[in-house]
């Protein structure tokens, strides 16, 4: 019955689609992560996310953490195909998150204008990283993934 669960879960095609989606959302997330984690191109580091998300966004301590957590996970699992299905899973269910605690009370669009304050944007792009987590779900990691070599 595992074996059977986890061949469905890493079941996937050959199809360059899947491809592109997970490089597309792992490639645009990875500058994200690495801020985040280390600090680099001039983010926040790991203490400076944790005190945003917990003192900003009012998140406890946990649930900040456990965010943190599947974004840079989610976007290595993405970028390599390895339990795609899963990675999208976690991280769109985080980009419904923070529709519901921090973008959505923005409205749809991003501050494209500077109509709003920085750092105030819309949930628009969320919207699109959610349907391509849809299709990612649907279809596995497709071509070039580990997910493809796993379960031959």
Known sequence: MYKEVMRELLSTGNSWVPLILRVTIGGVLFPHVVQKMFGWLNGPGLSGEMKFMTEVAGLPAYVAALAILVECGGTVLLLTGMGTRIA?????????GMIICIHGK???FMN?????PA???GFEFHLLVLGMC???LITGGGRYSLDRWLAS
Request: proline share 0%; glycine share 26%.
């Open 112 to 116: 494209w204008f500077g109509k709003l």
């Open 119 to 121: 750092g105030q944007e």
């Open 88 to 96: 999208a899973i976690g991280i769109g269910g985080l980009f419904i």
């Open 106 to 108: 923005n409205g749809f």
């Open 134 to 136: 849809l299709a990612l």
